[in-house]
DNA sequence: ACAAGCAGTGGGAACGCTCCCACTACGTAC
DNA sequence: GTACGTAGTGGGAGCGTTCCCACTGCTTGT
């Protein structure tokens, strides 16, 4: 009638409940009893309760990914949505959930914080790209950590898995120089954003002597962001003849001003994006741009927090970016 | 040392475990008593283990997203992240956890499949256009269940959430129509989408005598979708004076289309989205669009979920469309 | 004055696991 | 033959709640 208990398996094994136990989780068996035992949970369809096993244990088995974005910007952006995807595939095979925060103003924030507790989850997947956020000072230390995007804190039981946006910056860079621009205009990303900054450093140094501060300017991630400081950039210096944007959308905005200009991509302006998101083949030129690889960053984070909790001692993890070459540029 | 458990509140409050229980769960108390336990409370620092909670009650206070969609495509639309958030501000201040299932390959769908399981969730949220979802067959129906998207199956414990697709529909079409449009294309959704039809079928009865059956083709939600699609009718009806999406990303590579064939918008056809994303009234031109409050769909799931579980008798909800008048019709 | 009700309370039992200690049965060394 | 491992096993105790029943001390009615 009712769901079977390890203790209705044990009794249909003819064993204890510590042996039908120690199958579930690995302990020392003969190898005869673990067949009867498997062959019985089998028979039963039986499956462990959740929280008898978290109370018991004190691990709950539950990874939470946390996101804090304003209202509307979340999802504007695949970016949240695909490292989102690669935790969930890293996870499948494990007998881990996710449990997803969002955090877009005052009260879901608060939500979120009082959910961020060591009794709920094993451990944290921060998906921020801001500097300074309210969330990561509220977190307990104990509780295992993994930023991905956010500036790497000095703090216990934390890593970041993130893209190398040094090398990022420098792969845009040099391939706008070698097809011989030389007026070179750079779009970051918001200024609370340490991999806009990254990004920048990696761009200056492979610029070199080429490299102008005053072409250098912050926007937003979207589209309009582009656009603006795009047009801001063009009243200052109008030859400029390459733009390395922050992102493929930034990049979308800023083909789009150029266009109603009239000046050609890559002709008058060559124009690489950041990111390859799906549309960037598809836009028109299609874009050059550096690849991040965001499921797999989102994947990481998985793997990094898993064998932290396994007791192991991961290392941060840095992934290479790889320049895709378009019409764009 | 230890985190405090009941217990540790009573003997501060002096009173039995029962007494904090009801304190914590609203039951009768009476008024001095609650007040000397909420300050034990408060000093102990007192919060309640989630797992034995759910072990003793057998409510574990998770509901479960489920979201269904190819690699790639889920978060490409804003739609699905747009629900999450909607989803997940009607949690806040309610004690329910949110628990994301990303379902894109069969391994993924295995384990979603595994985790909607009564002990684990107390709900389920199920967000996919798609009529015909393994996962759907899969869903115990004991776990009430929330479709938003999929059509009204006959169960128990489900209910749906979704916008008037058929008001919808009527708008964009009575719209083309009062500006004179009479050779009306529709860019339909895919062909297993509920949503699609049900729009179908307003944009129908609204044309009337205008309705085409031959001007009217399935198509994927992106742009290419939309590209393709109209490319296709254009051929067959190169009078085609206006075309009804089925979303935004379809009229964005609809307008994309218009424009290299050298055909203005909306002078010589009239384009009209469907969703009102954000970047809708950003476009050149404007979209015109029959807006869907995708957010507040999220949010009413939740809501309906919740009175569902407290027993209340809740109905499904059809949230009412709005047309949004902007240049491109 | 006494029975009956009732609001408020305390604490035992149960929820279904894991952890760990004690125990058995067998092999091995002396 | 006895002592000593050692691999494998059973089950008690405990995890921190909720649920519910029994109890207390008042108020109310007769």
């Not at 499948?92 to 996710?98: A, M, V």
């Not at 961020?116 to 956020?133: C, M, S, Y």
């Not at 990481?300 to 941060?316: F, I, K, Y």
């Amino acid at each position: 009638m009712h769901r079977p208990t390890i203790e209705d398996v044990a009794k249909a094994a003819g064993v204890g409940r510590g042996t039908v136990s120690r199958v579930l989780n690995g302990g020392p068996v003969a190898e005869r009893t673990r067949a009867r035992v498997e062959a019985a949970i089998a028979v039963c369809g039986y499956e462990a309760n959740v929280h008898a096993r978290s109370l018991a244990s004190g691990r709950s088995d539950v990874y939470a990914a946390v996101l804090t974005e304003p209202y509307g910007e979340v999802f504007e952006d695949p970016t949240f949505g695909l490292m989102l995807q690669g935790i969930s595939s890293a996870l499948t095979g494990t007998e881990i959930s996710l449990s997803l925060l969002i955090a877009t103003n005052g009260d879901e924030r608060e939500r979120a914080i009082r959910h961020l507790d060591p009794a709920r989850l094993d451990g944290v997947i921060h998906l921020t790209p801001h500097i300074e956020d309210p969330i990561l000072a509220a977190l307990d230390p104990t509780l295992p950590t993994i930023l991905c995007g956010a500036i790497d804190i000095p703090r216990v039981n934390l890593w970041t898995v993130h893209a190398d946006d040094y090398q990022g910056g420098q792969l845009g860079a040099r391939h706008v120089l070698e097809r011989g621009s030389r007026t070179v205009a750079i779009l970051a990303g918001p200024k609370d954003s340490y991999s806009a900054e990254t990004r920048v450093a990696g761009q200056r140094d492979a610029l070199g002597s080429h490299f102008r501060s005053d072409l250098v300017a912050s926007a937003s991630w979207g589209g309009e962001g582009g656009t603006n400081a795009m047009a801001a950039l063009l009243a200052h210096e109008p030859a400029i003849d390459a733009v390395l944007c922050a992102s493929d959308r930034q990049a979308l905005g800023v083909m789009a001003l150029l266009q109603a200009l009239g000046r050609r991509v890559p002709d008058d302006v060559r124009v690489v994006g950041f990111d390859d998101q799906r549309f960037a083949a598809r836009c028109l030129p299609p874009l050059t741009t550096v690849r991040q690889p965001i499921a797999q960053i989102g994947a990481n984070a998985a793997e990094v927090l898993h064998r932290a909790l396994a007791g192991g001692n991961p290392e941060s993890v840095t992934l290479p970016t790889e320049l895709i070459v378009r019409a764009s540029a």
